[in-house]
């Protein structure tokens, strides 16, 4: 079974400029994640998806960030401007449903704000 | 709200030694309890998860958590560590019938061979 597929694996952009992170789950989970691990801390929940609807964002900062599961399947997770502390690793991750026996991780997008 | 709390940030141990890491969590209904490993380079992946029953649960390499339900404690354990587990660990509880998993801060152990 395929992984979690996600990319890029590192970026580094500057301060006010925008990113855009990609995600493809495992085929046939309905359920799609995105979490922000600072540097010494656990994964923190940004967004989480049912198929193209939104289940939960209440930690997601929507003054600069966006996140889209249009067809659901794959999504993109968006921050505009960026700032110096969105550094950080924006794991996506998949379940075959809400309330998972576990979540299956992707490698995660290593972003880096100077 | 909900929080998960590891007591260790860091733990080192020589091969062969036992291991337990503590993980608390403040909530008072139903759980759902995860540990997660993270090896070096490597994305995180589920080690053993809790449910429902024997609050004994044995996991993959060894591994094994004990439930109590009366702590909030849901702590991971091996007997005998080797080199390959070094890595960082992650409790994660989510709520039964809840959505949301929160995970703790994470323990990086380190075993020397």
């Known amino acids: 079974e395929a992984g979690v597929a996600q990319s890029p694996r590192y970026k580094i952009i500057e301060k006010r400029q925008s990113v855009a992170f990609w995600c493809n789950p495992i085929s046939g989970h309905a359920t799609l994640y995105w979490y922000q691990q600072i540097l010494g801390q656990g994964p923190k929940l940004l967004i989480q998806?049912?198929?193209?609807?939104?289940?939960?964002d209440s930690q997601l900062p929507k003054d600069r960030f966006s996140a889209e599961r249009l067809k659901g399947v794959d999504s993109t997770l968006k921050i505009q401007p960026a700032k110096l502390e969105d550094s950080a690793v924006y794991l996506c991750?998949?379940?075959?449903?809400?309330?998972?026996?576990?979540?299956?991780f992707g490698s995660g997008t290593r972003l880096t704000v100077v | 709200a909900q929080s998960v709390s590891q007591h260790n940030h860091h733990v080192i141990l020589s091969e062969a030694a036992s291991l337990e890491l503590g993980c608390n969590y403040s909530y008072g209904g139903t759980v759902n309890l995860f540990w997660y490993v993270q090896y070096p380079g490597q994305h995180l992946q589920l080690l053993l998860k809790y449910f429902s029953g024997d609050p004994l649960v044995k996991g993959i390499k060894g591994f094994e958590a004990e439930f109590i339900k009366s702590k909030f404690s849901f702590n991971l354990r091996k007997p005998s560590v080797q080199w390959s587990d070094t890595a960082e660990y992650f409790c994660?509880?989510?709520?039964?019938?809840?959505?949301?998993?929160?995970f703790g801060a994470g323990t990086r152990l380190f075993v020397k061979a």
């Open positions: 998806f049912q198929n193209n609807g939104v289940v939960d």
């Open positions: 991750a998949s379940s075959p449903g809400p309330n998972p026996g576990g979540y299956t």
């Open positions: 994660a509880v989510t709520s039964a019938g809840g959505f949301k998993t929160i």
